[in-house]
């Protein structure tokens, strides 16, 4: 079987991450239901943490374990990984002892490099660049929560803030799928060309639209769902006051920009979030915000990933070898 990995949604075809979704719900409906099958009994999952997590790590060691399988919870000072042991090894090493490898780094290239030599699935959990596992997730959340009659190719989808991993993510999974996106930034912290001209590509074949502005208003004007992040990450604390003046007040999302929308639409955000700084307590506790719908999807989410790769991959033999193996080894113990 071909090994897949899931480093990026670019990777996909519109009608891959399609499938996924649709896995991702059927296994949700199980899930409300108390009916959340085993598909991956016996299965280990090997989690790498370079940053803390709640999230990441909860949603995934969550979902091994109502799958039927295990989770490993491994840092930095408790593994070898670049240090001690060449990334290299530490890849094929865990692929002997684990069926899966999940990673939140620091860095894009860690996450590549593992699955460069990594004969297990390796997942991204979160790097520098991009957030694959929370855009799947937000595009769950998205259809769950889309206006009646509403396509998902009709849906407009406004980002406020930093160019950050998730806004790569955002911008490139919506546009993949055909959707309508706008990133509203200020000028400094809007999406890199690269971004754009891949995501322009996306456009090409799925007849998705994107728009960066400055005008966080205009932005609004139509949006179905108001999308922001922190407005600075871990290794940004000297750029706080600069990046403060840059958005404060203008790009904050507070019920006043909300009120520039259409009155259905919804608020959400991959948390943590800073209350009162990128958004106000006001919006992220109305009735118009779904940031704790789309947190418990990061669970649903995980599971369809996780099952997505792994599932075609494990071995299931029957009850006759099973038997066979048990009594050739109790046979051995009981001499």
Known sequence: MTLKHFIDTQDFTKEELLELIELTRLIKAADKQGCTPKLLQ????????????????????????????????????????????????????????????????????????????????VINGLTDYNHPTQVVCDVLTMLEHAPAGKKLEELNVTFIGDATNVLSSLMLICTR????????????????????????????????????TEDPVEAVRNADFIYTDLWWWVGQEDQIPERRAAFMPKYQVNKDLMAKAPAHCKFMHCLPASRGIEVTDEVMDSHQSIIFDQAENRLHTEKGILVWLLYPRLKRPSAELAAFHRGKIENFLNR
Request: hydrophobic residues 40%.
């Open 42 to 121: 016996d299965a280990t999952l090997a989690m790498i943490f370079e940053e803390p997590s709640t999230r990441t790590r909860v949603s995934f060691e969550v979902a091994m374990t109502e799958l039927g399988g295990h989770a490993l919870y491994l840092k930095p000072g408790e593994i070898h990984l670049g240090v001690r042991e060449s990334l290299g090894d530490t890849a094929q090493v865990l692929s002997r002892m684990c069926d899966a490898i999940m990673a939140r780094t620091l860095k894009h290239e860690t996450i590549t490099g593992l699955a460069k030599y990594a004969t297990v699935p």
């Open 177 to 212: 799928l055909g959707m309508n996106f706008t990133h509203a930034a200020p000028k400094k912290y809007q999406a890199p060309a690269e971004w754009i001209q891949w995501a322009e590509e996306n456009n090409k074949i799925s007849g998705g639209t994107l728009t960066v």
